[in-house]
């Protein structure tokens, strides 16, 4: 498969302070592959979304690396990028209704209009599981609960007939049923279009169904990246591994209870020196304390940040 | 829909027949109107005299039936100053005060309104400290420190401009500029905080990473949403329309409603402050159920519930 996206030693930064919110995150997604993000909360997922779909906050800028495109030769074309988000409701704007919304995507992205551009606004409405497709174009995002404005978000997202799909957290806010069926949606999608697929989640479960490879971050870093069933089973760097067992088992048979990791997450602005995860890390000896280690290839297509890696 | 104006109507209706009758047993209340029109040295047979001329002497509650009477009929009486139908000077001198404020309303949206939307979008740049700059100045300094200022620059100064009196249009140009600058002031920063507010939105952020161009964000996605604040703000200044602008006409002797009330009010002129509170009060009125009808107009998730 053809190279999609390639993210280098990206950097984003609050400008006058000097907080790295991504500290050098570096990985890459085929045509038609599925990545998943996972980490703590804070840890720059949802940045690392916002850096490559152009919309960082209002005063982030990427301070260094890059993010380029296909073959990463000048002249690639940026791929169409379509996003959706943990929050589905307040990412829709209020005083529009789902018609407008998808329309003027559809008008955007493949020039339709009028008449071809609503029936074709009915059919994504349907294609993403809402029924009375035509009487929903002219209601409003307050009318509908989470679960069925993220189904209008992804049919929004397929109105640009994406490449690269971003998803961040997209099951989140959603009750536990309505996850599933999101998740199903995302699944049968993928395989119908082709899409490469970037989905974040701080739930490994949700990485381990959708993924072909994960990634894993911790403060504005990645600190491995491997196949999914790579990481899930064998997971080499220590904050993977406790990532993994603090995770609720769904298997009856496994009576292991969830271990919590020890200890908190750094602030950004009071990092330790070394190695971020050191203060809570039971592996942590000598050069942890001095340098962060680089991200060095384990095995084949797995590469992990640390100087004492759990070996397999 | 119908019900929603019906059910406005007869909300008006009650807030101004309760303003009415509250405002007619204070007046009488507070002080002796035959004291305060006499002087404290009037005989007593003066003062009750006067009494009985207007009524004063009858029982509150048949003062204010035979009040309603009359008002029923547009009669309210006459100034016990100087005898003049009350209608008349209501009538005579709201277009002088509505000339000077709403002539400056309207400048100040097209002031403020466009300055607060540059000032939101190039936020932090030169322009938009130098607009907040003159919009804190135009707020702060008081109203009628303005129009000295304006008079003695066009009037003293430059001698363009007549510094008092409201006989022609070229005396309401100062009054008008006060005005307005003093709206414009409030009106520019609360549409620039409201933008930027509504600018820091998720559905906002997400419209950026579709690749809306910047124009359309602003045209088709912030504003409209903006907007729905802007026209409350805009409401709650329109109510001061009609009484607000006491200050400005005091300062440039403009012979406006606000001040005949002020005038009135210090005389104890009953019939006229009667009248004219219920003035004020259907005008209040009928600005808020202008700016609740735009607002479910603008609005879908009050639109919806109705
Ligand atoms: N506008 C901002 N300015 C400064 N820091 C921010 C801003 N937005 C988010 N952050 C910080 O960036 C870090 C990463 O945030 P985020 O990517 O949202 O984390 P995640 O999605 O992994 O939970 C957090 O520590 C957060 O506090
Ligand atoms: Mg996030």
Redesign the interface.
């Known amino acids: 498969m053809p190279r999609l996206l390639t993210v280098q030693d990206l950097v984003v930064e609050v400008p006058g302070r000097n907080i790295k919110i991504l500290n050098g995150v570096s990985f890459s997604l085929d045509a038609g592959q599925t990545l998943g993000l996972v980490g703590e909360s804070g840890c720059g997922k949802s940045m690392t979304c916002y850096a490559i779909g152009n919309m960082l906050p209002r005063g982030l800028g990427q301070a260094g690396g890059s993010i380029s495109f296909g073959s990463g030769e000048s002249g690639s074309e940026r791929p169409t990028i379509a996003m959706i988000f943990q929050d589905p409701t307040s990412s829709l704007n209020p005083v529009h209704t789902i018609g407008y919304y998808l329309e003027t995507a559809l008008y955007r992205h493949q020039r339709l209009r009028g008449n071809d551009a609503r029936l074709e606004a009915m059919r994504l409405l349907e294609r993403v599981g809402i029924d009375n497709a035509k009487s929903r174009l002219g209601a409003y995002p307050h009318q509908f609960s989470g679960g069925m404005n993220q189904r209008v978000m992804i049919a929004h997202a397929l109105a640009a007939k994406p490449q690269l799909l971003i998803a961040d957290e997209p099951t989140t806010a959603l009750d536990v049923t309505m996850q599933a069926q999101i998740l199903y949606l995302l699944e049968e999608l993928k395989a119908e279009t082709g899409m490469a697929l970037m989905i974040v989640s701080h739930d490994l479960g949700v990485i381990a169904r959708l993924a072909d490879k994960a990634a894993v971050m911790y403060c504005g870093k990645i600190v491995e990246t491997a196949p999914v069933e790579q990481i899930i089973q064998n997971p080499s760097h220590p904050y993977a591994r406790a990532l993994i067992n603090c995770m609720p088992s769904i298997d009856p048979a496994d009576h292991q209870p969830p271990v919590p990791i020890p200890g908190s997450v750094p602030l950004l602005d009071d990092l330790p020196q070394g190695c971020y995860y050191n203060p809570r890390c039971p592996r942590a000896a000598g050069e942890c304390f001095k340098r962060f280690p680089p991200l060095a290839p384990v095995a084949q297509a797995h590469n992990v940040a640390c100087y004492h890696p759990v070996a397999a | 829909m119908t019900g929603f104006i019906l059910s406005k109507a007869v909300r008006a209706f009650a807030v101004l027949f309760s303003t009415a009758l509250f405002v007619f047993v204070v007046l009488r209340f507070s002080g002796d109107p035959a004291e305060r029109m006499l002087g404290e040295f009037a005989t007593p047979e003066a003062q009750a005299a006067f009494r009985t001329l207007w009524g004063l002497d009858k029982s509150i509650p048949e003062q204010f039936l035979i009040y309603l009477q009359h008002a029923i009929q547009g009669d309210f009486g006459k100034s016990f100053a100087d005898g003049r139908d009350v209608f008349d000077i209501i009538t005579q001198s709201i277009p002088k005060t509505l000339t000077v404020s709403v002539s400056a309303f309207i400048i100040a949206i097209l002031l403020g309104i466009p300055a607060g939307i540059v000032a939101a979008i190039r936020r932090d740049s030169a322009i938009d400290r130098l607009v907040m700059a003159t919009a804190v100045l135009g707020h702060s300094i008081p109203m009628f420190l303005v129009g000295l200022i304006f008079i003695f620059i066009f009037a003293v100064w430059l001698r363009v401009l007549p510094s008092s009196g409201s006989s022609t249009w070229r005396h309401a140009i100062l009054p008008i500029a006060t005005f307005a600058l003093y709206n414009a002031a409030s009106i520019s920063r609360f549409a620039r905080a409201t933008l930027i507010e509504v ?5 906002i ?8 161009p910047p124009s359309e964000i602003i045209l088709r ?1 912030a504003l ?2 903006a907007a ?1 604040p802007l026209v409350t703000m805009l409401g709650i200044l329109a109510t001061s329309l009609l009484g607000g602008t006491v200050l400005v006409e005091t300062v440039f002797a403009w012979t406006g409603i606000g001040a005949q009330f002020v005038r009135a009010v210090g005389q104890g002129d009953l019939n006229v402050v009667q009248a004219m509170i219920l003035v004020f009060t259907v005008f209040v009125v009928m600005i808020n159920l202008t700016v609740e009808i735009l607002y479910a107009f ?4 009050i639109r ?1 519930q109705q």
């Open positions: 600018l820091e939105q998720p559905y952020a997400a419209a950026r990473g579709d690749g809306i996605h409209p949403n729905i603008l609005n879908p998730k919806s």
